[in-house]
Nanobody, 127 residues
Framework: VQLQASGGGLVQAGGSLRLSCAAS????????MGWFRQAPGKEREFVAA???????????YYADSVKGRFTISRDNAKNTVFLQMNSLKPEDTAVYYC??????????????????WGQGTLVTVSS
């Protein structure tokens, strides 16, 4: 399984970025996809996750710190998960990682619940 994250960059506070994570090697739609981030000197933390439930469609979950500003979505046909980040703040500066988990419910938020990880993409928000 390979995950390739992209879309990071430098943006001013209040701006937006869209991260992408292309997956290969597993049936994409059957797994939970998540985003984590790691700021300098800090531990990696959960940001958002999306999974697909047969009877209800996509289910998402967000960290409180990004709720209302970030949106996670997926395109199963393209095996890609996205993280739309709006109203960015300097404290959002971090390396963002995408990850894949075989767990569906409850949506996993802990790093140890994810099987595969992408290489990370740097997001820098200037004040």
């Amino acid at each position: 399984v390979q995950l390739q994250a992209s879309g990071g960059g430098l943006v001013q506070a209040g701006g937006s970025l869209r991260l992408s994570c292309a997956a290969s090697g597993r049936t994409f739609s059957r797994y939970t996809m998540g985003w984590f981030r790691q700021a300098p000197g800090k531990e990696r933390e959960f940001v958002a996750a999306i999974t697909w439930i047969t009877w209800s469609g996509d289910s998402t979950y967000y960290a409180d710190s990004v709720k209302g500003r970030f949106t996670i979505s997926r395109d199963n046909a393209k095996n890609t998960v996205f993280l739309q980040m709006n109203s960015l703040k300097p404290e959002d500066t971090a390396v963002y990682y995408c990850a894949s988990s075989s767990l569906i419910q409850p949506i996993p938020t802990m790093m140890g619940r994810y099987d595969y990880w992408g290489q990370g993409t740097l997001v820098t928000v200037s004040s």
